[in-house]
């Protein structure tokens, strides 16, 4: 069988010697020119003169053009239209985009682009969550998610937990950063080569922003050198900006982002600031929950009305919460507008819960599992969301059990005590965490997809699906879908380009549904040829069309076995369609926006880890000396492409919770807009013990083969570094203090941490001379 088994990459050997096409590799075509963008230089101001002469006057300067020039719409905003392509009057953050260069050469435009005379008059500036909340500066209405009474609860419970956490924000740092190249064709006509998650959402933007039809504009991607949720609705500003240069000038123009402006313009993960207050009881049941979640949304909406509401509805993480009270707002800020980053708002919600229970094992003399493990859906009738959706697919129960023994969890942490207890400066650290992540898009209509299956007469496959592929494999598992239907080897199976012209009104790649959907519409197209393909065989052989097989190359039927391609030459002369269209909206589903409930997800994906450290408590310096991860990736599709995902989020998921440190001045400007000073994780900062297994289960939903998705899920997983790090922390002060840690949990936020864990035991200790 083609599915359920490991397989490379489709790309793996183009990726490794270096011959995949990305945007930038395609030839250039005679002619073409290059853009760059001219960025404001200020947070929020009124352009008081724009003056570019200096600009045009630059060496290979061709055309200069600003929002006067764009002949449609001047916007690139997925959801509400509050996203200028270009500033117009008024700038709202330092990067903002105000005119597009093009330039003979990629040098020459980058060049010119900073030569603007611009004077500004500035206004002032809200730049974190904390002055956006003060200021009631909000993109969108505050959200709110409320069961039960929290009130009556809060009053019931024997202890409470309170206090407030900031969680940073974190860059995509996809290696090929935004590209697009825009190509006029006759009659106005516009084809855009771009790296993009999403080419449908490419293809409206630039057909309204050159006030042309849908039918006018062709996308295609190849491939991308990652995405992360970064290329989902912001590569739409790139692919704009090119086309709308090249429908000026009526040539090729190639616009390719450097990593600083890169990192100036586009959104990142939102950093999310919460104040939380948790009742429980004496065994660590958590009776009654109220968090207020304020977001960085940046200076517009952009994805961040979804993204709110996936944190919404994973604070709850693993476990019941009968009496809860969720709010969040989406804070405007003067800074870049944030967008989607594998988890979606998922990580950010489930993280603050898991801060707390964190808490409560400490404040209780618990193991944080034994805490963890009490509340736990499923135990009687403790099944339901907050947002009423019922949990019937909970497999922690049986997940954990497998990881803390395969872990030795128990005898190590006992270990980890007795080093500690003789070890003053280095200290260790454990953390066990589990991770349940809904699986849908959180906005229901975006849950189909469309796929193109061409058997040739040859009998040789052709597919084009929805997707797009950015190194996670969906083409891989697309293939093994259609193979697996076809009963045909891989070799047989190919995967064309994501093309517009070719599957229409497509939804991004994300929400980790690129297999689930596009491998069900794959398949959909696939058994229609398969079953003309049997109804043909019999005509030919005789027999049963439910007692025709396809396995092995061949097509076997009434006791005959032919040759695949050999029926499919027969089939062509009889004139028989071997090509056919597929499509898969996911069923089942429902979410009220206004009430926050429904049915948002088809089902949920588990995963726990746990993870080891050693902190020098003079530095704040650590090293992760042994992560073990668990994860249900279902009835896996492909389990090495699957672990993959899982060992990259686990190490992404890291990278965000200690070193990638987002840090703005007070002017408003990013300074950490390159590796030089954001620190993503290096190969040496993966732990040299690194067990990652698949927990393998067929999906009690019906989702492809059983299978489940893994692009995000995992990403939540390095929970277990971070609370590893506050557990080493708090054994400073003999683990009685709960240690204030924020992430990322940096060297200095981790040296800050040990002081106050110091001085509070301190104080403590004087307590109890007296
Ligand atoms: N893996 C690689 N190598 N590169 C990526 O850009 N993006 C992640 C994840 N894994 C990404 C990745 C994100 S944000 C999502 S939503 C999923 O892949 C999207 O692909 P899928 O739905 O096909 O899993
Ligand atoms: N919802 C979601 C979305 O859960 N994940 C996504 O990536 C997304 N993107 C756009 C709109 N809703
Ligand atoms: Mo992934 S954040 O849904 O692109």
């Keep these: 069988s083609a599915v359920g088994v490991s397989r490379p990459h489709e790309s793996a050997e183009l990726h490794v010697l270096g ?47 600003t929002a006067d020039d764009i002949p449609g719409t001047n916007d690139c905003g997925p959801i509400i239209h509050d996203d200028p392509i270009l500033a117009q009057g008024e700038v709202l953050y330092v990067g903002q985009p105000m005119f597009i260069v093009i330039a003979d050469t990629h040098t020459n435009a980058r060049r010119a682009a900073r030569k603007a005379n611009v004077t500004y008059e500035e206004l002032p500036a809200i730049l974190t969550p904390q002055q956006a909340k003060a200021a009631n500066s909000y993109v969108l209405p505050p959200m709110r998610l409320e069961r039960g009474d929290a009130e009556a609860a809060f009053a019931r419970a024997p202890h409470v937990a309170r206090g407030e956490l900031f969680v940073g924000g974190q860059e995509q740092f996809y290696l090929e950063g935004q590209i697009a190249y825009a190509i006029p064709k006759e009659g106005r006509a516009m084809l855009v080569q771009c790296s993009t998650q999403h080419p449908s959402e490419m293809q409206h933007v630039v057909a309204h922003a050159l006030g042309l039809n849908s039918h006018h504009v062709t996308v295609e991607c190849r491939r991308m050198g990652g995405g992360f949720g970064g290329k989902e609705s912001q590569s739409a500003l790139w692919a704009a900006a090119a086309a709308i240069a090249a429908n000026y000038l009526k040539r090729p123009v190639k616009l390719r982002a450097d990593r600083d402006d890169d990192m100036m313009v586009t959104g990142k993960r939102h950093c999310f600031w919460y104040e939380y207050e948790v009742g429980y009881d004496d065994t660590g049941r958590i009776l009654a929950a109220r968090v207020d979640m304020t977001l960085r949304a940046g200076f517009s909406a952009d994805l961040s009305g979804p993204v709110a509401t996936r944190a919404v509805c994973h604070f709850d993480n693993c476990y019941y ?5 969720i709010r969040a707002g989406c804070g405007k800020t003067n800074t870049q507008s944030n967008t989607a980053f594998r988890g979606f708002g998922g990580p950010q919600g489930a993280i603050a819960i898991e801060y707390v229970i964190d808490e409560i094992a400490r404040n209780l003399g618990k193991d944080a599992l034994d805490v963890r493990r009490q509340n736990f859906y499923g135990i009687g009738e403790r099944d339901e969301t907050p947002y009423g959706q019922a949990v019937v697919d909970n497999v922690l129960p049986e997940l954990t059990a497998q990881l803390e023994e395969s872990s030795e969890y128990r005898a190590r942490r006992a270990a980890i005590d007795r080093f500690n207890a003789a070890s003053p400066v280095l200290k260790k650290g454990l953390a066990f965490t589990p991770v349940k992540f809904g699986i849908a898009f959180n906005v229901t209509h975006l849950n189909q997809a469309g796929a193109l299956v061409h058997v040739y007469v040859d009998g040789s496959v052709l597919v084009n699906h929805g997707g797009t592929e950015m190194g996670q494999g969906v083409n891989t598992k697309v293939m093994q879908v259609v193979a697996h239907e076809l009963g045909l080897d891989l070799r047989h199976v190919r995967i064309a380009a994501t093309d517009t012209s070719k599957v229409a009104n497509t939804s991004a790649t994300a929400a980790s549904t690129g297999a689930d959907l596009n491998g069900k519409a794959a398949q959909d197209a696939a058994r229609q040829i398969r079953d003309r393909l049997a109804a043909f065989a019999v005509t030919l052989h005789g027999g049963d069309v439910a007692d025709v097989h396809f396995f092995g190359d061949a097509v076997h039927v009434n006791g005959v076995s032919v040759p695949f391609a050999e029926l499919v030459q027969k089939a062509y002369l009889k004139r028989v369609q071997l090509w056919s269209d597929g499509f898969y909206a996911t069923p089942g589903l429902s979410w009220d926006p206004k009430t926050m409930r429904g049915h948002p997800f088809q089902y949920y994906a588990y995963g726990a880890a746990v993870s080891e450290v050693v902190v020098d408590t003079l530095t704040g310096e650590w090293k992760l000396l042994r992560a073990d991860a668990l994860y249900d990736a279902g009835r896996s599709l492909n389990p090495a492409i699957d672990i993959g995902q899982v060992e990259g989020a686990f190490i992404q998921g890291m990278g965000w919770l200690t070193t990638e440190q987002l840090w703005w001045n007070d002017a408003g400007k990013l300074m950490t807009h390159a590796p030089s000073t954001y620190k993503i994780p290096a190969i040496s900062d993966c732990p040299e013990d690194f067990r990652v297994r698949l927990f393998e289960k067929p999906n009690v939903a019906d989702s492809i083969h059983r299978s489940k998705a893994v692009g995000e899920p995992p990403l939540l997983l390095p929970f277990s570094v971070f609370f590893a790090i506050r557990d080493a922390i708090s054994s400073v002060g003999g683990h009685r203090v709960n240690p204030p840690l924020n992430a990322p949990a940096t060297c200095e936020e981790i040296l800050r941490a040990i002081d106050a864990v110091a001085a509070q035991s301190q104080s403590l200790q004087e307590t109890n001379f007296q």
């Design 19 to 65: 011959q995949a096409t990305y945007t930038d590799d395609i030839p250039e075509l005679q002619g073409t020119l290059h853009a760059a963008l001219g960025l404001s230089a200020k947070a929020h101001a009124r352009i008081a003169t724009l003056d570019l002469a200096p600009v045009r006057a630059m060496p290979g300067v061709v055309a200069v053009l």
């Design 321 to 325: 919460l009968s009496d809860v009270d």
